[in-house]
């Protein structure tokens, strides 16, 4: 008997040390699991650039593993940007900046990533977007002042790149590329005999002179079209707008062929006084035409000085609200009286986001409000209250400009009423009805003028 319990004594402790055994194996499982997890994190991030291939296969199975916070998550796509940056697959490195920017924004070095590889690609005004979004969330970065810096020296934007130029070597007088960048934008601005001191100091795209010096008036036909067209999107005091600078230029290259003769771009992202003598030039060219047609995608707000009326207003790049909105907005008056020396046709575009987008000390009620005119179209990119969509972020036009840019494409013979209604059924395809534009009926009590057809 005694034996026998020996017997079940040893079976039992064989059992027990068995059990022992595999819980522990159970229970560390979880552990080495997690340990080699964490090493997946820490390769994908220490071996970015000196060893790629292995930065980029820690870094795969560190974000299929799906675990991770959404800031390891961004970290782990911005460390995988880098690396593949480093192997030359720049397209699989811009999808990946991206993706680190769009999941953790507020972190200014995965915008400043995606900005370098945009420059890299020759895709500068896009790049500039990118690096002005970084610098919004953190402006004391002297590597992304000097990279911007960099996109508008090869945009031929002298003194933009001189002005981030200088702010970058206010933060480090001893930065050697901004030093270099500082030199060669000087000579720049030489070669254009623009005196610096003359320039803003904040970053501009081209000097308007030179954009308006073939288009004077008396190069307007009687009887022809001109087109003015804003791409206001690098804003320097609030949310940058992605697609505004490549729409303005895509619907200058789609109108220029139907005989229109256009005003504003190359030019892009105007300060205050740049969009008031652009508003002067295109006003005195559409009195000698028949038909005026305006596209503005910018910020716009319906704001009021101190004891006067709400009234709409055009936002530039510079604006920082507060104050005399007279002194650093413009209004929609503006705007449309220019449009309005046409002698027939005239059609304003407003490509705008219609909700409170501005920093809360420069909200008004709401985004613009209607105008109702009986003498020009008005066409709204979305209704009062709602939201003007970006679209993906791979697409290059917003989803208003692209659908208006595919209607024309097929349809320029369109009833102008017909047409829009048109652009207004893409983009709610688009926006998968997120974005619902104003219809042109409600907003205009045109009856000859609207039967007009928008391309001969």
Known sequence: MRQATQKTGGVMGQVKVILAIL?????????????????????????????????????????????GSAQLQARAHWSRARARRAQGDLDRALSDSLQAANTWPQAAQYWSLHGEVLAQMGQHPKAVLAFSSALLREAKRSDTLVA????????????????????????????????????????????????????????????????LAARTTREVATGGRVALIIGNGVYRHTTALPNAVDDAADISAALTPLGYKVFGFPKVNFTRDELYSALEAFSQAAASAETAFV???????????????????????????????????VPMAKLLSAAQAARTLRVVVLDACRNNTLPSATRGPRGFKVEARSDMLIVYSTRAGLTAEDGEPSDRNSPFAGAFLETLKGNAQLDVRQFFGGVANKTRERTRHLQVPQEPERIDRLQTMATLPLAP
């Not at 995608?297 to 510079?318: C, F, I, K, S, T």
Request: proline share 6%; hydrophobic share 40%; net charge negative.
């Open 148 to 211: 911007r810096g960099k996109s508008y020296y090869a945009m031929q934007q002298y003194p933009a790149a001189l002005s981030d130029f200088e702010a970058a070597l206010a933060l480090n007088p001893n930065h050697v590329e901004a030093l270099d960048g500082k030199k060669r934008a000087q000579f720049g601005i030489a070669t254009l005999a623009i005196r610096p001191e003359t320039q803003p100091s904040k970053p501009l795209l081209r000097p308007l002179d030179q954009v």
């Open 295 to 329: 596209w503005y995608a910018g910020h716009g707000q319906e704001m009021a000085n101190q004891g006067e009326e709400a009234r709409n207003w055009l936002l530039p790049v510079d604006f920082q609200g507060g104050g005399d909105l007279d002194r650093s907005a």
């Open 23 to 67: 819980g522990a194996l159970l229970v560390s499982a979880p552990f080495a699991h997690s340990y080699k997890l964490g090493e997946n994190w820490q390769e994908c991030d220490t071996y970015a650039l000196s060893d790629p291939v292995r930065s980029i296969r820690a870094c795969d199975h560190a974000l299929n593993s799906g675990f």
